[in-house]
């Protein structure tokens, strides 16, 4: 069993549509917790970061741990067309320990 | 301000072929890491740097594999006698140590191809 579990999708949406993308994981001992974004042939990008349980809002996206139930959410509101990318969720243990563990990602396309 | 820049961008190699990857990171980061990501999956950590120590290996990282980073600039990772199964995407990523967010910072990879 992986750490971290993510739905590999693919996932398609109309553009505006509002975009839900999950992980869950299995060591109770992360305490950071990221979504990367990566675009075809290029390196992943920090989208997202929170600390412990809670939610954090940047524009369109939304974060949200819940570590009683070791998962991890991140919400994508009005969905545009360059929102289509891989999303790789992502955690580390605390301490500036930073060996960062990924999920498989989830590739989604919005369609105008 | 240029990024983490790796080279080359692809290797086309034979099995059984040696091949090296150079990763330049962003200048005032310290910690240096490569991950390795196969079609469909997310990145899977291989081995990370702290200016020139190489403080942890995954049990990926066989034999065949060696990464250095002298005097705590620039990074090679060499794979010997490559095999088709080492064929992948090869991330560099770089770090600050009061990061604890744990944003890295990755390059655009080298493509590793084995015939």
């Known amino acids: 069993q992986k750490e971290v579990e993510q739905d590999p999708g693919p996932l398609s949406v109309p553009e505006g549509a509002i975009v839900s993308l999950n992980c869950t994981y299995s060591?109770?001992?992360?305490?950071?917790f990221m979504w990367y974004r990566q675009y075809s042939r290029k390196g992943p990008e920090l989208l997202m970061y929170t600390y412990s349980s809670g939610n954090k809002e940047d524009g369109r996206f939304t974060a949200q741990v819940d570590k009683s139930s070791k998962y991890i959410s991140l919400f994508i509101r009005d969905s545009q067309p360059s929102d289509s990318a891989t999303y790789l969720c992502a955690m580390t243990l605390s301490g500036g320990y930073q060996k960062v563990t990924f999920g498989t990602g989830t590739k989604l396309q919005v369609i105008p | 301000d240029t990024g983490v820049s790796q080279d080359p961008r692809h290797k086309i190699t034979k099995r059984g072929q040696n091949v090296t990857f150079r990763c330049d990171p962003i200048?005032?980061?310290?910690?240096l890491y490569w991950y390795r990501q196969t079609l469909g999956q997310g990145p899977e950590f291989l081995t990370y740097?702290?200016?020139?120590?190489?403080?942890?290996k995954s049990r990926l990282l066989s034999d065949r594999f060696s990464a250095e980073r002298p005097k705590g600039s620039f990074s090679t990772l060499e794979i010997q006698r490559t095999e088709q199964g080492d064929s992948a995407m090869y991330l560099c990523?770089?770090?600050?140590?009061?990061?604890?967010?744990?944003?890295?910072?990755f390059g655009e990879g080298s493509r590793l191809t084995v015939l």
């Open positions: 740097f702290q200016n020139e120590a190489q403080l942890e």
């Open positions: 060591n109770s001992a992360f305490q950071y």
């Open positions: 200048s005032e980061h310290n910690r």
């Open positions: 990523a770089s770090s600050l140590t009061d990061r604890e967010n744990g944003e890295l910072f």
